[in-house]
């Protein structure tokens, strides 16, 4: 199994990405998929899921700024992030929720200015 974080980059707040998870070995339509953030030293904590009934759920920080969905026909989960803040900064990942261990990629570096 592969998950392909990508889509990070630096922006100041205020502005907006797009990160895509390209899927490969599984389908992401069957399972529950969420984004994660890490911030360096801490733990990954989720901040978006989306159930394979296609239900959506955030953390209280991005709820009303970040938007999770899926496209079948890619086997890609994206997020969209809008209003970004300094405290988004971090590397996103993607994986199923429960998370697998052996599934985390290299995730992508989101870098938000004040």
């Known amino acids: 199994v592969q998950l392909q974080a990508s889509g990070g980059g630096s922006v100041q707040a205020g502005g907006s990405l797009r990160l895509s998870c390209a899927a490969s070995g599984i389908i992401v339509r069957r399972d529950n998929m969420a984004w994660y953030r890490q911030v360096s030293g801490k733990q990954r904590d989720m901040v978006a899921l989306?159930?394979?009934?296609?239900?959506?759920n955030y953390a209280d920080s991005v709820k009303g700024r970040f938007t999770i969905s899926r496209d079948n026909a890619k086997n890609t989960v994206w997020l969209q992030m809008n209003n970004l803040k300094p405290e988004d900064t971090g590397v996103y990942y993607c994986n199923t929720i429960p998370s697998r261990r052996n599934w985390w990629g290299q995730g992508t570096q989101v870098t938000v200015s004040s």
């Open positions: 989306i159930t394979s009934s296609g239900s959506t």
